[in-house]
């Protein structure tokens, strides 16, 4: 049985199911139920079903899962103490296996059991290996590519002296060397509205990853929102000058994303791009969105003005 269809077990155990809804949150790719599950499949098979240790430690260990933070094992073991009101010797053992987990140095034959069902994924083929890849990437959209590469690379090869799968070869080859497809998507953001955001979901489906670039404009008034909260797992820069000279900066193939929310804004936006280009911009591929038709007439201009009334709600987010 899945470990999310057990919620009778929880129950008798103190635990509100809603603890599983954390899993679900809109950052996680890979930490998911879906891992939970593949954990708990693993440990079932081993004759670990009745153990209710390896249970706990399943559900909790990344319950608190933050990809900016360096202490998500210590948080996670921190809620579970708040949360768990049980047998305080089964709490102990639990909470040593969360923080185990972060270095993977298992301290107790439970601990080293979880370990290897938590690392499995690092013993599969390459094209499991791929999908998991992917997943930590969309988890880590919000770091520079050039600083993700090198960072994972460090990961993978410090994991590699612990499981030893061929696979792994291949899978530090394929990060050092994968180009991933990335978009910029520029404007000044003032404020970052629904509308906006209908237009970086779009693009997000077309590539791997979306850079929220904030130009400073100086025709407009200086920016007096701040980005919503929403966008805190994306890669978000800010820049003045040229457009051309920001992507530039970046040093890998970028292409610019557009947003349009009728005829006028395309014809705009076409002058836009002959500008882009006699400025130096002709290697710039850029991707025109068109806006889906309830946000067409949604303009920062517009939101600003209905600020002052208090109506701009909203078209927020």
Known sequence: MKITEQTDRLTKLGIEETVLNRYREAHRFYHTLDHLDDIWQQLESRGYGDNDVLFLATIFHDVIYDPTSGTNEEDSARYFNEVFAGDSALKSLVVDIILDTKHHKPGSVLSEVFSTADLNILSQSFDKLLVYEKQIFKE?????????????????????????????????????????????????????????????????????????????????????????????????????????????????????????????????ELNQYRYLQELGGKHISVTAIFCDMEFEHISSTGIRQLEKYGKAGEYLL
């Not at 910029?184 to 997000?204: C, D, R, T, W």
């Not at 990853?209 to 980005?227: C, F, H, M, Q, S």
């Open 140 to 268: 880590f959209q919000f770091v520079d590519h050039k600083i993700y590469r090198e960072k994972r690379v460090e990961v993978l090869k410090s994991l590699q002296q612990e499981i030893h799968n061929p696979a792994l070869d291949y899978l530090i080859s394929y990060v050092e060397n994968y180009k991933p497809r990335i978009a910029v998507y520029p404007g000044s953001f003032n404020p970052f509205h629904k509308g906006h955001y209908n237009i970086l979901q779009k693009a997000e489906r077309i590539f791997d990853k979306v850079i929220i670039a904030r130009g400073v404009n100086p025709g407009k008034d200086k920016a007096t929102y701040e980005l919503p909260e929403i966008l805190k797992y994306r890669q978000t820069e800010t820049y003045e000058g040229l457009l051309t000279e920001f992507v530039d900066s970046l040093d890998y193939d970028i292409t610019i994303i557009r947003g349009l929310r009728n005829g006028s804004d395309l014809q705009y």
